[in-house]
């Protein structure tokens, strides 16, 4: 059994020569020094994280937890280049990894933050030649809610970019991990095309049984704290965070157990007052190659 983490971290914090390009993410600094104890705390074997734009915090978290993950993907990026914001920790070797930029992006996502997805390939014990996908789609750009007409037909290209690729190694374990920003209950459509294009989650079982609900139904609340005042806090809390693991074929494997993880405020940002890690939880899933006769 290999066990995933997928986080959307929220170190939203764009600075050219010290100075913010957009208004940064609340409490940045004080959840980034949280952040290395926290991923310890789960000790995950393959780590996805989403949001880490600042090559200097790449480089800390790097650096941090170069003892529990030896390799690391998406951390060598220019300073100046924010890139897609991508990151992936492992105990096991990274044999290769690539930056991937969607073709169907907004205009915002083309200028400074990048929407795309980081593809590592991983031999990992277990599970054999293990292709990774971290992936961040869409949220629907600058003005637009994430399921507007626009929103899901951008998400929607993105994510047939996602399956496709990953059908192009279809000898090999396939697994996606990260911020789909789509869910049963938000973007039903685009979180179909997930299980359409042949991959499953633990809501989903890959034998055809009915999806479970909780605990697992949220990853993203408008009750946490670090949004409750913000815009966004007028969206439904929404279950849009995965791990989906390819279901059938000669790769299948199985997400045997998932739970949401980071959910609790507990990183203190003042004497008397505590906030969650980010403003989604995480997801941390146990993946198994399913046997021929079980895919």
């Not at 200097?56 to 951390?75: E, I, K, N």
């Not at 990026?77 to 070797?93: E, I, K, Q």
């Not at 496709?164 to 920003?181: F, P, Q, R, T, Y």
């Not at 609900?213 to 849009?240: F, K, M």
Request: charged content about 20%.
């Amino acid at each position: 059994m290999t066990t995933f983490l997928t986080l959307n971290t929220y170190l939203f914090d764009l600075r050219v020569l010290g100075l913010p390009l957009q208004r940064p993410a609340p409490y940045v600094r004080e959840r980034l020094a949280a952040l290395p104890d926290a991923l310890r705390g789960v000790a995950a074997d393959v780590v996805c994280l989403q949001e880490v734009f600042r090559h200097r915090h790449r480089a800390f978290l790097q650096g941090s937890l170069a003892d529990l993950y030896p390799y690391s993907a998406g951390v060598g990026a220019r300073p100046l280049r924010f890139g897609t914001g991508l990151m992936v920790l492992s105990r096991f070797p990274i044999e290769s990894s690539r930056s991937r930029l969607f073709r169907r992006r907004f205009l915002e996502e083309r200028i400074i933050v990048y929407s795309g997805m980081l593809h590592c390939v991983l031999t990992v014990p277990g599970l054999g030649r293990c292709h990774v996908f971290d992936i961040h789609a869409t949220a629907g750009g600058i003005g637009r809610h994430p399921e507007s007409t626009a929103a899901e037909a951008c998400r929607g290209a993105q994510i047939d970019e996602i399956v496709s690729l990953a059908k192009a190694h279809s000898d090999d374990v396939a697994v996606v991990a990260g911020d789909l920003n789509a869910g049963p209950h938000a973007s039903p459509a685009n979180y179909r095309q997930m299980l359409d294009g042949g991959f499953v989650d633990r809501c989903r079982p890959p034998n055809g049984g009915s999806p479970s609900s909780s605990p697992l139904d949220v990853t993203w609340d408008p009750q946490n704290p670090l949004v409750a005042d913000g815009p966004e806090a007028r969206l439904a809390p929404q279950r849009i965070d995965h791990v989906f693991a390819r279901g059938r074929g000669p790769g299948a494997c199985a997400v045997r157990s998932a739970r949401v993880v980071f959910d609790e405020p507990s990183v203190r940002v003042g004497s008397d007052r505590r906030v969650p890690l980010s403003d989604h939880y995480g997801v941390l899933a146990d993946v198994e190659r399913l046997q021929p006769t079980q895919a």
